[in-house]
């Protein structure tokens, strides 16, 4: 992705899981989500399925996506690696803390 609007971050990198997620807003939705991620297969599916979920979306309503949501979406997640969905909501939740109502601001990196 070119340059994004939102940037949310959850870990440190080289220093175990870590996620990057990149928004491109318009018109107050998220017009689309990439992302990196280091850590295990849960949570690059957690990722991956999360870039669907908030397509669309307002700010408010990426907001009230839950790790259960993404459990759900990927029909079930072990419990012992619930914190793959739990991690992700952190990094959506450091890139929502800096969107407008109306427009994504220019990216800007809020870790953990």
Known sequence: MGFPDLVGTAGTLGQGRYIQLF????????????????????????????TEMVEGRTRDECLRILPEDIAIALDGIPAHKMDCAHFAVVALSNAMQDWATDQGHPARDVTL
């Open 23 to 50: 928004f491109k807003v318009n018109a107050g939705r998220v017009e689309c989500m990439q992302f990196d991620s280091y850590g295990c297969g849960v949570t690059v599916a957690v990722c991956s399925v999360l």
